[in-house]
C-alpha cells in the first residue's frame, strides 16, 4: 500500500492539474500561411491554429518539417495531431478529420519572360508544370491527364528549377506571389505571373488526425471548431495577422 500510494506521489509530481494537453501542429515554411524564420513560427495558419488550441485548452506544440508531403505522413501516423491548410479529398478522409476555418485562394502560373501570356484553361497544355507533392489545387487541373507535370517536395525547389528552366510554368496560390517575389530577388526581372488564373469557392479544413491524442472528443471538438468558424473568429485572427504583417502581402 505505501508503495502505491507513493507512485501515485510522483504520478501527481510529475503530471501537475494544471499542465495543459498538447496539441501537435506540423508546419512547413509556406509563407503567408506558414512562416519559419529566425527561429520563429508564425504564419495565417499558425495563428488560426493557436485560435483551435485555445478554444480547446490545449497548448500548441509546433513540429517544423521540410516540406508539406512529410507532414502529411506524420499526420498519417499519429506522430502529429493536426496539419492546417488542407483542402477535403476522399483519400484524406480516410485518416483525418476535417475542421473547416478559412476560404481557398485563386490560382495563378507563374513562367520565366519568354513564354507567351496565358489567357486560357487550354493554354496550359502547351506546357510542362511545375507542382508541390501531395498538394490539391483545383479539381479540373487536379484531374487532368493530358497536363504534363513536374512533380517537386515544396514550393522554393520548384522556384529554383524554374528558373533554372526544369519546367515552363510553375503553379501557385495568387496569396503567395508577394513572399515570393521576396525571397528570390530574381523573380521581378525573370519571371512572369500570367493573366489566367482559376478560384474554386471551396473551404480550407483544419485536418485533425484518426489517431490524434487530443484530450476531447471528437463531437465536442468538432461542435466547438465549426461554431467558431460560423463565427468567424478564425477569419479575424488571419485579418489581424495580416494587418501587422503586411510586408508578406
Not at 496539441?23 to 499558425?46: A, K, M, S, W
Not at 502547351?126 to 517537386?152: A, C, M, N, P, W
Request: aromatic share 12%.
Amino acid at each position: 500500500m505505501r508503495l502505491c500510494a507513493w507512485i501515485a506521489f510522483l504520478v501527481v509530481i510529475n503530471f501537475p492539474a494544471w499542465a495543459a494537453p498538447k496539441l501537435r501542429l506540423c508546419v512547413d515554411h509556406y509563407p503567408p500561411f506558414q512562416i519559419i524564420e529566425d527561429e520563429q513560427v508564425t504564419g495565417e495558419n499558425v495563428v488560426a491554429a493557436r485560435l483551435f488550441a485555445q478554444l480547446i485548452d490545449h497548448e500548441l506544440v509546433i513540429e517544423q518539417s521540410p516540406n508539406f508531403a512529410r507532414c502529411l505522413r506524420m499526420l498519417e501516423t499519429g506522430n502529429v495531431d493536426m496539419v492546417a491548410g488542407l483542402i477535403q479529398q476522399p483519400q484524406r478522409m480516410t485518416y483525418a478529420h476535417f475542421l473547416p476555418f478559412r476560404l481557398d485562394s485563386a490560382y495563378r502560373f507563374i513562367s520565366d519572360l519568354t513564354v507567351a501570356d496565358i489567357h486560357q484553361y487550354q493554354a496550359l497544355r502547351q506546357h510542362t508544370i511545375g507542382v508541390s507533392r501531395d498538394t490539391f489545387y483545383f479539381e479540373r487541373f487536379d484531374q487532368d491527364k493530358q497536363l504534363r507535370k513536374v512533380v517537386v517536395n515544396s514550393i522554393d525547389i520548384a522556384m529554383n528549377m524554374l528558373l533554372k528552366g526544369r519546367f515552363d510554368l510553375l503553379i501557385a496560390p495568387e496569396i503567395t506571389l508577394a513572399s515570393l517575389q521576396r525571397r528570390f530577388p530574381q523573380f521581378v526581372e525573370r519571371l512572369k505571373v500570367h493573366p489566367y488564373q482559376f478560384q474554386e469557392q471551396r473551404l480550407i479544413y483544419f485536418g485533425v488526425s484518426r489517431k490524434h491524442k487530443l484530450s476531447i472528443s471528437d463531437i465536442q471538438l468538432q461542435r466547438t471548431i465549426e461554431q467558431a468558424y460560423r463565427e468567424q473568429e478564425f477569419q479575424k485572427e488571419i485579418e489581424r495577422f495580416i494587418e501587422s504583417n503586411v510586408d508578406w502581402y
